[in-house]
């Protein structure tokens, strides 16, 4: 089945400086790869996804990179802002099995 | 559109009671999720039921069940606590798009079993 591994488990930087999670996953049958935000006492909420026929997606501030070769894809938040701070997970998975798996998660902070 | 709604917020029981969490959805939605979050673990798949009417395990099912009850409602039942079962619950749902699939999930349910 599908394993993801994330990178780092935390990471801190500086406002305005950017921030790169990654991720990687072990199926290659996975072809759909989204990023969650969770903030501290909520669920995890979707801020962008991924397909494995697209090499890259952006969405303003965020960017996410998928290397189908290598299997691991990445989360890339320039021009970090203390309301970036929250745990971000990504998952793996393929349409229509109804599974994804997730990233044990980073916890980012983005200091003032 | 209140979307993905749970109850309780918090729960604390004992070794050996039971409970049902409950999950709610408004947003016509086919499939639905229960997930356990840990420290360190991100989030398991517990159960999810992909239609109203089925259910499926997901990577940690031991010591739970699940009722979908109709297309909004999704419920988790614990049987017999264990303090192993001490985490925070999520309920999701998922759109399922042309592109893009998107899970919707519920504000969580801190269990603490003593």
């Known amino acids: 089945g599908e394993n993801v591994e994330q990178h780092p488990s935390t990471l801190s930087v500086q406002e305005g400086d950017s921030a790169v999670i990654k991720c990687t996953y072990s199926d290659s049958a996975s072809n759909y790869f989204p990023w969650y935000k969770q903030e501290l006492g909520k669920g995890p909420q979707l801020i962008i996804d991924?397909?494995?026929?697209?090499g890259e997606k952006k969405d303003q501030r965020i960017a996410v990179t998928l290397n189908k070769t290598a299997k691991h894809f990445s989360l890339h938040i320039t021009e970090t802002q203390p309301e970036d701070s929250a745990v971000y997970f990504c998952?793996?998975?393929?349409?229509?099995?109804?599974?994804?798996?997730f990233g044990t998660g980073t916890r980012l902070k983005v200091l003032a | 559109n209140a979307g993905v709604t749970q109850t309780p917020k918090f729960q604390v029981l004992k070794t050996g009671q039971s409970m049902t969490l409950q999950c709610a959805q408004d947003?016509?939605?086919?499939?639905m999720y229960w997930y356990r979050q840990d420290p360190g673990m991100g989030l398991r798949l517990i159960y999810y039921s992909a239609s109203e009417g089925t259910t499926d395990k997901g990577e940690v099912p031991n010591g739970y069940n699940v009722s979908r009850l109709n297309k909004r409602e999704f419920s988790l039942r614990l049987e017999s606590a264990a303090p192993s079962q001490t985490s925070v619950y999520f309920c999701?749902?998922?759109?399922?798009?042309?592109?893009?699939?998107?899970?919707?999930f519920g504000p969580g349910t801190r269990l603490t079993v003593l």
């Open positions: 947003m016509n939605h086919n499939s």
């Open positions: 991924i397909r494995s026929n697209v």
């Open positions: 999701a749902s998922i759109r399922r798009g042309v592109v893009t699939d998107t899970q919707y």
């Open positions: 998952a793996g998975g393929t349409s229509g099995t109804y599974k994804y798996i």
